[in-house]
């Protein structure tokens, strides 16, 4: 029970004790609130600057870079000073906290900065602990569980050579160094025999390993307008080994300007790195904490992205993610930047050549944002990296840009939950506890920002998560008591989903200040479901037309009326649920919408009510006539309509009745009537009913079948799905306002997961999900032992 909500009793047992008590509850309260703030504080600050670790590596193919007046000299002494400033007790360069499977990345950045110590003939002592570390670990390199560096089998036996040039002994058998060189035999014929763009952008990403063998003029095509090649230091100092480039030495200078005596393995990150920061926010469900800081994140995103930009466009990544964050937050974004990632393009892209799976995900989830029906990139988009990720995960291990030991669960977690059927508290849960707060990247060397992953992201994530729960679990207890007094739980013949109605609005509208919502919600979804048992199997028609006739009557006496005790229990309980979101709309918008909402209860009964004399009275309806009372008897009318009032913004009457609302309505219901119908037209049928499916099989005079029916229902759910999403991000023209809108989507993703697999709303199956999200809490502590 949550400390906010001991009963009255507790505190009857003296005034000691009861002061004590609510003393102790109060500096609970502020406590948390006290670490809340804390967090969001510190979170906002990283907004502000995108902070990247150093690396050695790459800082020591910056030191080797000779003067250009005097090359006896280094250009950026500094580099050496830090080199000889920052090696590690064991001897090595890197990482202190290192991961034990990034072995052979500490070996290469330790080389690289014997390299650079041994080129300008300092550092002896460094260079021989350096050299001892070296022995130590060299056996790491045969160790198939390593996480090899992008490029390893090149770097690291050039660097070898290179270091038998300078002169170094290093202590290597005559058999390991036999291996490593056949590594590079074997990675260089392969790709020489390949010869695609893909494997030229990984040679020239490497080129300090080529320095024999390069035509360095050749690979200035990779060149970008900030001066480097790929935004990597190593690579851009090896370009400035050989050429005079000024925009080389201006990019190296300018990323020491801001780093001071070092330099990070990539630069520029920032645009990466803040949409990292929203996409991770928003993932673990805190992103309503930072709205403020997520727009202007947006907005200049977006301006990037007119202004064409280089490091969103030239990285799959990156692209992919601006791409889909712009679009589902409202931006007008076209996805046909996305042409130059499609298979064969994809495969031409250094990332490409990689495999790199990390890209392929971003790439996935971009394509399920379709809002157009021209949009085929993105429809291919989805076909290849469907298929790519679906298969065995083991052959596409080279994560490139991540180590990560979650991303086989962000695969798994995209393929099970397409963003259409994704809630956002079952993501929000299942996010925090794959969360690594401890991430780190890899590239031609690991890398580690704070922006990317931080306790602090977790820590917010499930204080919030759990108050939230605390909250729903209060509102969960009322809505019981309701069940009780209205006497819903003594209708037998109707399904009790209370729990299932409940969770389907708290799993999406969780915010502690949306409580009116989930109330007027779960209310209606619980009633909707009795209802629709009453119209289907719990009533005549006499009583079916009797509660219509109280509900257009409205203001009557329900003691003095003759009917039955069905018809009576059921109707109290849809005029005190109607009369409470009356009373709860004068809070929100200024005036009593009752008279709205009656009217759309009715509109459900007259629909259900006409369906039950289909059945009476064995009428076989046109597909038309069904599909213009289906969508309306699916009964989500009564639960996303009266939610309209409750969210927030101020809705007038013209409002309500503007075409763009019903276009909402109609749309929502339409998809979720028809996942319904598939998933129960052998149930249906079986009881003498009809549905779209049957119906289709009825009108198609002997030639369609039912696997024909379904597949063309299938057809008109997802172009259903693809025109609602437009609409909801649509903002030029629009009337309706978002905050609005996002409640039929919300809505459209409960018929999606319910009906995903099979009837979900009659499955037991969905009772542990449903505990997961509105009863158990998440415990901190375990989350931060198994990031570690």
Request: net charge negative; aromatic share 10%; with cysteine.
């Amino acid at each position: 029970m949550s400390l906010s909500h001991f009963p009255a009793s507790i505190y009857c047992t003296s005034s000691s004790d009861s002061l004590m008590i609510a003393s102790n509850v109060k500096k609970k309260k502020n406590s948390t609130a006290l670490c809340l703030e804390d967090y969001k504080e510190r979170i906002k600050n990283m907004f502000n600057k995108v902070e990247v670790s150093l690396s050695s590596y790459d800082t020591a193919w910056v030191a080797m870079i000779p003067s250009q007046t005097s090359p006896q000299a280094p250009f950026f002494p500094q580099c050496l000073n830090w080199l000889l400033d920052n090696q590690l007790f064991d001897g090595s360069w890197g990482f202190s906290d290192r991961h034990p499977l990034l072995m052979n990345d500490a070996l290469l950045s330790t080389l690289a900065s014997i390299l650079a110590l041994k080129r300008w003939g300092i550092g002896d002592d460094q260079i021989n602990r350096a050299l001892q570390f070296i022995e130590s670990n060299i056996a790491s390199i045969n160790d198939e569980k390593q996480h090899p560096p992008i490029g390893f089998n090149i770097l690291f036996p050039s660097l070898i050579e290179y270091a038998q040039i300078l002169g170094i002994n290093l202590p290597l058998g005559a058999t390991s160094l036999d291996a490593m060189i056949q590594k590079k035999e074997i990675e260089l014929q392969r790709g020489f025999q390949s010869n695609s763009e893909g494997w030229r952008a990984y040679l020239a990403y490497c080129s300090e390993g080529m320095q024999k063998s390069r035509n360095w003029e050749t690979i200035m095509k990779y060149q970008r307008k900030n001066g480097s090649l790929f935004n990597s230091p190593a690579s851009t100092a090896a370009v400035c080994n050989h050429l005079k480039n000024t925009d080389c030495v201006n990019y190296l200078q300018s990323v020491l300007e801001k780093f001071g005596n070092a330099v990070p393995t990539v630069y520029p990150l920032d645009i990466y790195a803040r949409l990292c920061m929203v996409d991770n926010l928003e993932r673990l469900g805190i992103n309503h904490h930072f709205k403020e800081e997520i727009r202007s994140v947006l907005d200049e995103t977006y301006r990037y992205w007119q202004q064409e930009v280089e490091e969103i466009f030239l990285d799959p990544t990156t692209c992919a993610m601006a791409f889909r964050i712009l679009r589902l937050n409202g931006y007008n974004v076209s996805s046909d930047p996305l042409y130059q990632y499609l298979e064969d393009n994809f495969e031409n892209s250094l990332k490409g050549y990689l495999k790199d799976i990390g890209a392929v995900l971003e790439l996935y989830k971009a394509s399920q944002v379709i809002i157009y029906p021209e949009e085929s990139v993105l429809v291919r988009l989805n076909s290849w990296t469907g298929h790519l990720l679906k298969q065995e995960s083991s052959h596409f291990r080279l994560y490139a840009d991540k180590l990560r030991s979650y991303v086989d669960c962000e695969v798994k977690d995209a393929l099970n939950f397409p963003h259409y059927a994704n809630w956002e508290r079952l993501l929000n849960r299942r996010s925090m506890e794959h969360y690594n707060v401890e991430e780190t990247r890899i590239l031609k060397t690991s890398y580690r920002s704070h922006n990317l992953a931080n306790q602090e992201f977790l820590k917010l994530a499930v204080e919030d998560f759990n108050i939230c729960q605390s909250i729903h679990s209060e509102e969960l207890k009322q809505l019981s008591r309701w069940v009780e007094e209205s006497k819903l739980d003594k209708l037998k013949f109707a399904r009790q989903k209370l729990d299932y109605c409940y969770f389907s609005v708290a799993a999406m509208l969780f915010s502690p200040g949306l409580s009116d919502v989930r109330i007027s919600w779960t209310k209606n979804g619980v009633l909707v479901t009795i209802v629709d048992d009453f119209f289907d199997v719990g009533s005549s028609g006499e009583e079916q037309m009797k509660l219509i006739q109280l509900v257009e009557e409205w203001d009557i006496d329900i003691n003095t009326v003759c009917c039955s005790e069905t018809v009576k229990i059921i109707f109290s309980a849809v005029h005190s649920t109607i009369c409470e979101i009356g009373e709860k709309s004068i809070k929100w918008q200024g005036r009593n919408v009752k008279n709205n909402v009656i009217k759309i209860w009715l509109n459900l009964m007259q629909s259900m009510f006409r369906e039950a004399q289909w059945v009476r009275t064995n009428t076989v309806p046109t597909i038309d006539e069904y599909m213009q009372n289906a969508y309306i008897s699916f009964g989500l009318g009564p639960i996303v309509l009266p939610a309209l009032y409750l969210v927030g913004p101020k809705l007038s009457d013209d409002d309500t009745e503007n075409h763009e609302l019903d276009c909402l309505y109609e749309l929502m219901s339409t998809g979720g009537r028809l996942l319904n119908d598939i998933q129960t037209c052998k149930r249906e049928s079986a009881q003498g009913k009809l549905n779209a499916i049957s119906l289709h099989i009825i009108h198609g005079n002997g030639v369609i079948t039912a696997e024909d029916a379904i597949k063309d229902m299938k057809v008109i759910i997802e172009d259903k799905r693809r025109e609602l999403l437009r609409l909801v991000l649509q903002e030029k023209g629009s009337v309706v306002p978002r905050d609005c809108k996002e409640l039929f989507w919300k809505l459209n993703k409960a018929s999606d997961l319910f009906y995903m697999k099979d009837d979900g709303y009659t499955s037991l199956e969905m009772h542990s999900i449903v505990n997961a999200v509105i009863k158990e809490p998440i415990v901190l502590s375990e989350l931060l032992v198994d990031s570690q």
